[in-house]
């Protein structure tokens, strides 16, 4: 089924000059950009988005590693996007991750891990909310 997920592409990678060798894997997996931009995240930006992992020991970290550099939020369309991105991306922890996978090829750490990428249409579809409006997504 055709669907919709967001992606993130994370500081480490924006800083590395990694925007397009990442876009190579996403389009080369099937996947289509139907909406990108590069912006600065501010700290209540991130706060919302990550709020899921308020409690968690690496929120602050987190929080600031977001904010540290520009990022490319991303909308990605194709057949079970949410679930082909995921496999596309590979593990959190990019030791863990599998060959060919973005983490493998290009993430430092689990922190540093390059990308994000939605993990349930649900909230696919509010992740994509808070930083598009239908008119930003062509189709
Ligand atoms: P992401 O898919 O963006 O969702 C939550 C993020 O938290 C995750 O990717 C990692 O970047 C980060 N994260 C998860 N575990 C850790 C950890 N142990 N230390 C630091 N950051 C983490």
Same mark, same amino acid.
């Given at each position: 089924?055709?669907?919709?997920? @967001? +992606? ?19 389009? !080369? ?19 919302? @988005?990550?709020?899921? $992992? ?28 949410v679930a082909r991105y ?22 430092? +750490?689990?922190?540093?891990? +390059?990308? $994000?990428? +939605? ?12 930083? @598009?409006?239908?008119? !930003?997504?062509?189709?």
């Amino acid at each position: 089924m055709t669907e919709r997920t @967001f +992606s993130i592409i994370k500081p480490d990678a924006t800083k590395r000059n990694l925007t397009g060798k990442v876009n190579a894997v996403i389009e !080369d997996a099937g996947l289509r950009i139907v909406a990108q931009r590069r912006i600065k995240m501010t700290k209540a930006q991130a706060e919302k @988005f990550y709020e899921v $992992h308020a409690a968690r020991p690496f929120y602050g970290e987190l929080v600031e590693f977001m904010t540290s550099e520009p990022v490319v939020v991303q909308v990605l369309e194709g057949d079970n996007a949410v679930a082909r991105y995921r496999e596309v991306m590979g593990a959190t922890n990019p030791e863990q991750a599998a060959p060919g996978t973005i983490r493998k090829l290009y993430a430092l +750490s689990v922190g540093e891990n +390059s990308v $994000h990428g +939605s993990d349930s249409q649900e909230n696919a579809a509010i992740e994509i909310a808070q930083f @598009f409006t239908a008119a !930003d997504i062509p189709g």
